[in-house]
């Protein structure tokens, strides 16, 4: 896939401005991350959808502090980064274009990050393990797919919510419902949505059992 934030320059070099190094590339040649290569002038992401790892982790394993504590986080990776740390815990993906000069990673599209994090009960997307701004094409696409799949959830939650509401305000008004009738079916569904989320919390182990083995 073309890359995003470069310019042509000439004799086929081109300027990679996806990170601090603003690497100057020569046709055929890759950056410091050893994941964008100029072809013909044209430069590319050789990593857009090529994940090399994807668990689910709590959200505390994040450099995060009190970010949606106790919740998990989808969290996928590719191979390669912009730096070369000494201390790197995962420098056999984070080295690897340059190491190993290879490229592995599981195909994976946008749509299936998205969806496994909502099956798994995630509340977030981590783009981490390697330095995530080298996929940034791919993580930039699911971030924005992740963004509409909320709005659509959540507009779907404020209509089923206003429909239920509407309905025991029609009922008290039609006086079919008496106070106690009101706050009983208030009951009802707070039970109802309580054994839903009991029976996703049991999906979600499922799953992440699954995943894990
Ligand atoms: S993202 Fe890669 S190619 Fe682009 S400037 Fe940074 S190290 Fe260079």
Same mark, same amino acid.
């Given at each position: 896939?073309?890359?995003?934030?470069?310019?042509?320059?000439?004799?086929?070099?081109?300027?990679?401005? %996806?990170?601090?190094?603003?690497?100057?590339?020569?046709?055929?040649?890759?950056?410091?991350?050893?994941?964008?290569?100029?072809?013909?002038?044209?430069?590319?992401?050789?990593?857009?959808?090529?994940?090399?790892?994807?668990?689910?982790?709590?959200?505390?394993?994040?450099?995060?502090?009190?970010?949606?504590?106790?919740?998990?986080?989808?969290?996928?990776?590719?191979?390669?980064?912009?730096?070369?740390?000494?201390?790197?815990?995962?420098?056999?993906?984070?080295?690897?274009?340059?190491?190993?000069?290879?490229?592995?990673?599981?195909?994976?599209?946008?749509?299936?990050?998205?969806?496994?994090? %909502?099956?798994?009960?995630?509340?977030?997307?981590?783009?981490?393990?390697?330095?995530?701004?080298?996929?940034?094409?791919?993580?930039?696409?699911?971030?924005?797919?992740?963004?509409?799949?909320?709005?659509?959830?959540?507009?779907?939650?404020?209509?089923?919510?206003?429909?239920?509401?509407?309905?025991?305000?029609?009922?008290?008004?039609?006086?079919?419902?008496?106070?106690?009738?009101?706050?009983?079916?208030?009951?009802?569904?707070?039970?109802?949505?309580?054994?839903?989320?009991?029976?996703?919390?049991?999906?979600?182990?499922?799953?992440?059992?699954?995943?894990?083995?």
């Amino acid at each position: 896939m073309e890359a995003r934030l470069y310019n042509k320059s000439e004799k086929n070099y081109v300027n990679c401005f %996806l990170c601090a190094h603003h690497c100057k590339i020569a046709d055929g040649k890759r950056g410091i991350c050893g994941v964008r290569e100029n072809k013909g002038g044209t430069l590319y992401t050789l990593v857009y959808g090529k994940v090399i790892a994807q668990h689910i982790d709590p959200i505390e394993k994040k450099p995060f502090f009190q970010f949606q504590p106790g919740s998990r986080s989808y969290s996928i990776a590719t191979v390669g980064c912009n730096f070369r740390c000494l201390h790197c815990q995962n420098f056999d993906i984070s080295q690897m274009p340059k190491d190993q000069k290879q490229i592995l990673g599981e195909d994976v599209t946008p749509e299936e990050v998205v969806h496994e994090a %909502l099956e798994t009960g995630c509340q977030s997307i981590s783009y981490t393990y390697t330095e995530p701004t080298i996929f940034f094409e791919f993580a930039y696409d699911c971030m924005k797919l992740a963004k509409e799949k909320v709005e659509e959830l959540r507009t779907e939650l404020r209509v089923a919510r206003d429909h239920v509401w509407s309905d025991i305000q029609k009922q008290e008004k039609d006086k079919l419902m008496a106070e106690d009738d009101k706050f009983r079916a208030k009951d009802e569904l707070q039970e109802i949505i309580d054994e839903i989320n009991k029976k996703l919390e049991g999906l979600f182990a499922k799953k992440e059992k699954e995943i894990m083995s």
